[in-house]
């Protein structure tokens, strides 16, 4: 039984990053296109709004050739962001949860959190899909971003409850300081997204 639910994490864990990989190439696109300095204060004061302004700009101003000026482009940059961030996190805790010397508990919060995060890249990427077939002004506007806002907010959640694994006194203070860093900035990069998303509706709305 338990070679059969390590060979179904490994799977599961594999099929995720399958899945969310065809979607963070947004982020490297449009490299050709000159970087101009309106195109980073225009990052600068989008970022101004969101809850973490600072870590908005550090992780959005090296993609400012593919934002260009504009509020769409800002908010699916950042939720592609948001998605290769989890990326990097899932593959970090898959490799911690086959270390050796940690507890059973440990290893179990790693796997359910690794799952949480797999129903947050599925929201986000669900996002940043039905945010590129968004027409500003269209009569299904503000219905789309509807369902965009509830799906990020979901992926949120996801978010905090995978950090809400590692409490307790019974986890690994190294362990648990390490992990929850790193969910906290993947939560704290969707919070950003949001934020960029209801910025451009109240824009186009």
């Known amino acids: 039984m338990e070679s059969s639910s390590s060979k179904h994490f490994v799977t599961f864990f594999l099929t995720t990053l399958i899945s969310i990989s065809s979607y963070t190439y947004s982020i490297s696109a449009a490299r050709d296109i000159p970087t101009s300095k309106t195109n980073i204060e225009f990052i600068r004061k989008s970022c101004v709004g969101t809850t973490y302004p600072k870590l908005c700009f550090s992780a959005l101003a090296s993609h400012a050739s593919t934002i260009q000026s504009r509020p769409q482009l800002i908010a699916s940059t950042a939720l592609g962001v948001t998605i290769s961030s989890a990326k990097t996190t899932s ?22 959190c690794i799952e949480e995060l797999s129903d947050s890249v599925d929201e986000l990427r669900r996002s940043m899909v039905e945010l590129s077939q968004v027409v500003k002004g269209g009569p299904k506007f503000m219905l789309m971003i509807n369902d965009i806002q509830t799906w990020v907010s979901a992926a949120l959640t996801d978010e905090t409850t995978c950090t809400d694994g590692f409490e307790g006194n019974e986890m690994n203070g190294n362990l648990k300081t390490t992990v929850r860093a790193r969910i906290v900035n993947v939560a704290q990069l969707t919070s950003n997204a949001l934020a960029l998303i209801n910025k451009y509706a109240l824009i186009h709305g």
């Open 91 to 112: 593959t970090m805790m898959f490799n911690l949860s086959l270390s050796h010397g940690l507890k059973p508990k440990e290893v179990d919060a790693m796997k359910d």
